[in-house]
């Protein structure tokens, strides 16, 4: 075993799939799927540097748009390789529509849209849902604007975490979250200086502060503080400059999650409390032949892996 080094912070992350991991570094994306027959199928491309990353509140929007697009492609991949043959069998007439219509640019079209359709299924429930709900009340009782905000507030957080709690349920989606704290705990080993090996990994949290659960916790969190502001004239008036706003909350949310993620202090560790709390739902102990999968994801992108010394 390699000697231990210091532990540090690192700019690595990933995103948990179907029986598969994508693992993202400062220059390389790689993602590895378990395949029917045990063996993995591991990719690799170069990250693209967009200029939007350097410049702060705006680089959290793009980012986020960027991660919804590039997520349900990983996705889709997963399912692909995962499933082998079946998968064919089950693609929708849609899926098939789009392919013998599109050809090559069809993957690019229905990542779009699906990226667009969550987003959108997002906004129904955290904002136009409790919004409407709350404006409702007001009609029945007499509310302060506060009073309403407050109100509207809980209730995101209560269907946030009702959402959550349903889906941790379901079966295939208990296995992705036992891949996301596979996913977890690999980084940080690594994170630790510890070698990449199962039993390294197995002994580390599968909770982390840089995760994207942190960040949808996060971002619910800052939209009750910035939409507490907000008149209530009415409540389509009321979703509308909620949607306005999104951008802004985004922005925020995105440099917080950041800055916690790259600093340990009691500020950040307040910060990272309730979404680590969250990750109790979004991430399972993995099996060994989970976290083989992320070793696998995770070594081409690390930066000391390198090939030009560049990146």
């Not at 580390?204 to 840089?210: G, K, L, N, Q, T």
């Not at 909350?249 to 202090?265: K, W």
Request: charged share 20%.
């Amino acid at each position: 075993m390699s000697e231990k080094k210091c532990a540090f912070k690192t700019s690595v992350g990933g995103q948990a799939l179907m029986e598969g991991i994508m693992m993202k570094g400062p220059g390389k994306v790689a993602v590895a799927i378990r395949k029917p027959d045990g063996t993995i199928d591991l990719t690799q491309e170069l990250v693209v540097k967009h200029a939007w990353n350097k410049i702060p509140l705006v680089r959290g929007v793009c980012n986020m748009v960027d991660s919804l697009i590039s997520g349900y492609r990983y996705l889709t991949r997963s399912a692909e390789v995962s499933m082998g043959d079946d998968y064919a069998d089950e693609e929708s007439k849609f899926d098939k529509w789009v392919q013998e219509k599109l050809g090559d640019k069809a993957m690019t079209v229905v990542t779009t849209l699906a990226a667009f359709a969550g987003v959108g299924i997002a906004i129904l429930l955290f904002t136009v849902l409790p919004t409407t709900l709350v404006g409702l009340l007001g009609k029945l009782i007499t509310l302060t604007g506060f009073v309403k905000s407050l109100l509207e507030g809980l209730l995101k957080i209560v269907i946030f975490l009702t959402y959550m709690a349903l889906i941790s349920k379901m079966k295939e989606i208990h296995r992705v979250f036992c891949y996301h704290g596979a996913e977890h705990k690999t980084i940080s080993c690594y994170e630790s200086g510890e070698e990449l090996t199962v039993e390294n990994i197995r002994r580390h949290s599968r909770f982390h502060p840089r995760c994207g659960t942190s960040f949808l916790f996060l971002a619910v969190f800052i939209s009750i503080l910035v939409c507490s502001i907000l008149p209530w004239n009415s409540v389509l008036t009321r979703v509308g400059l909620k949607l306005l706003a999104l951008p802004v909350i985004v922005g925020i949310s995105y440099e917080i999650i950041r800055f916690a993620g790259r600093h340990d202090n009691l500020v950040t560790k307040i910060i990272s409390a309730p979404g680590l709390w969250l990750q109790r739902l979004t991430t399972q102990e993995p099996e060994d032949d989970m976290i083989e999968i992320a070793i696998a994801a995770v070594t081409p992108v690390l930066p000391e892996n390198r090939e030009d010394g560049r990146w």
